[in-house]
């Protein structure tokens, strides 16, 4: 029976987790740029950098996530540890079929705000979705340390170096 992610599973969830941190935590030039944008206003060079890093960014997000999507269908993922309660299983699968999802479609809406001056898809992006890309990780990052502290089982290992090694 799997018991860890597979390497390439795990080398994409983590640098996934770089690029989402660098996206969200680095966007404060996509503010300016968006307003600057959207004002039909001249974009200073520096802001436009910004901008296209950040595009960069979401556009390998979008491939990383649909690669992820791909290998989990394709190679499975380790069961749920047992102690886990089985309300909190769902919880688990809803959270991750919600990142999932996030994972494609907030690119797809920043792709149209930035390529396509598409204002909804832009509101959409900075607002619920953002939001709810905050609320994702914050969830599965308490699930992960409820995971090592109180229930102390190997997912952790499971998604770093392996719980065989």
Not at 12 to 38: E, I, K, P, R, T
Not at 83 to 104: D, N, S
Not at 109 to 114: D, R, S
Request: glycine share 8%.
């Amino acid at each position: 029976m799997k018991t860890d992610f597979s390497i390439p599973q795990r080398v994409l969830h983590w640098l996934m987790v770089v690029l989402l941190a660098f996206n969200l935590l680095a966007s404060d030039g996509m503010g300016a740029f968006g307003q600057l944008y959207f004002g039909d206003q001249p974009i200073p060079a520096d802001i436009a950098f910004s901008a296209n890093i950040h595009a960069t960014f979401g556009i390998a997000i979008l491939v990383l996530g649909v690669l992820r999507l791909c290998l989990r269908f394709v190679q499975g993922v380790p069961p749920a540890p047992a102690v886990e309660p089985p309300m909190l299983r769902i919880v688990a699968k809803l959270c991750h079929f919600a990142f999932y999802a996030i994972f494609i479609i907030m690119p797809l809406a920043g792709i149209g705000a930035f390529y396509f001056k598409n204002s909804a898809a832009a509101f959409a992006h900075i607002g619920w979705m953002k939001t709810l890309l905050w609320i994702l990780i914050g969830l599965h990052v308490a699930g992960v340390l409820v995971h090592q502290f109180y229930w102390k089982t190997e997912v952790l290992k499971r998604m770093t170096i392996g719980s065989r090694s």
